[in-house]
T-cell receptor, first 114, second 113 residues
Framework: GAGVSQTPSNKVTEKGKYVELRCDPISGHTALYWYRQSLGQGPEFLIYFQGTGAADDSGLPNDRFFAVRPEGSVSTLKIQRTERGDSAVYLC????????????FGNGTRLTVT | AQSVSQHNHHVILSEAASLELGCNYSYGGTVNLFWYVQYPGQHLQLLLKYFSGDPLVKGIKGFEAEFIKSKFSFNLRKPSVQWSDTAEYFCAVKGGSQGNLIFGKGTKLSVKP
């Protein structure tokens, strides 16, 4: 079946611009996660949704980062006033529910801020 | 807050050698433990998981991991690696029954043919 889909696969933007990254989870998965992975590092947790609500947003680095999931399916990660330090691969994952179900990851969006 | 430590940054082995990748976690309560693998150019995939019961868990492709509660460890093992095991391996922990999944920094495994 279809896996987690992330678009775009690559995004290049100028410092100070606004970007949106989209995630389509596996159908029926109620939990959705966003991670950020820099070169040589493990995935860094950003935010976790259970349904439409953010169950844990403690990983968002500052108020320039925001994520929504208005209908409990597709999610958008929004970054305002991008900085060069935001350059990374942004990973989305979904799971059946937030408990013991394993996470299924997308291929990620590689964001480059110039 | 939970954290995960992976001891080795890069491991280089010849084919047929045995593998053990270390993972230690920090969390005071019940944990769910995972190993994920990322093959070159591919997305993260689940290798194996531990929730409860037998502390020795078996995963795909001949991998296994042992949960040692007293050592807060969940080391990954494979008796005989293959060239196709070349990948990056991530240990991850989820505290309690809910919540987010925290990853270690990963260990890159290179297997020489």
């Amino acid at each position: 079946g279809a896996g987690v889909s992330q678009t775009p696969s690559n995004k290049v933007t100028e410092k100070g611009k606004y970007v949106e990254l989209r995630c389509d989870p596996i159908s029926g998965h109620t939990a959705l996660y966003w991670y950020r992975q820099s070169l040589g590092q493990g995935p860094e947790f950003l935010i976790y949704f259970q349904g439409t609500g953010a169950a844990d947003d403690s990983g968002l680095p500052n108020d320039r980062f925001f994520a929504v999931r208005p209908e409990g399916s597709v999610s958008t990660l929004k970054i305002q006033r991008t900085e060069r330090g935001d350059s990374a691969v942004y990973l989305c994952a979904s799971s059946l529910e937030g408990g013991r179900s394993p996470l299924h990851f997308g291929n990620g969006t590689r964001l480059t801020v110039t | 807050a939970q954290s995960v430590s992976q001891h080795n940054h890069h491991v280089i082995l010849s084919e047929a050698a045995s593998l053990e990748l270390g993972c230690n976690y920090s969390y005071g309560g019940t944990v769910n433990l995972f190993w994920y693998v990322q093959y070159p150019g591919q997305h993260l995939q689940l290798l194996l998981k531990y929730f409860s019961g037998d502390p020795l868990v078996k995963g795909i492709k001949g991998f296994e991991a042992e949960f040692i509660k007293s050592k807060f460890s969940f080391n990954l093992r494979k008796p005989s690696v293959q060239w196709s095991d070349t990948a990056e391996y991530f240990c991850a922990v989820k505290g309690g029954s809910q919540g987010n999944l925290i990853f270690g920094k990963g260990t890159k495994l290179s297997v020489k043919p």
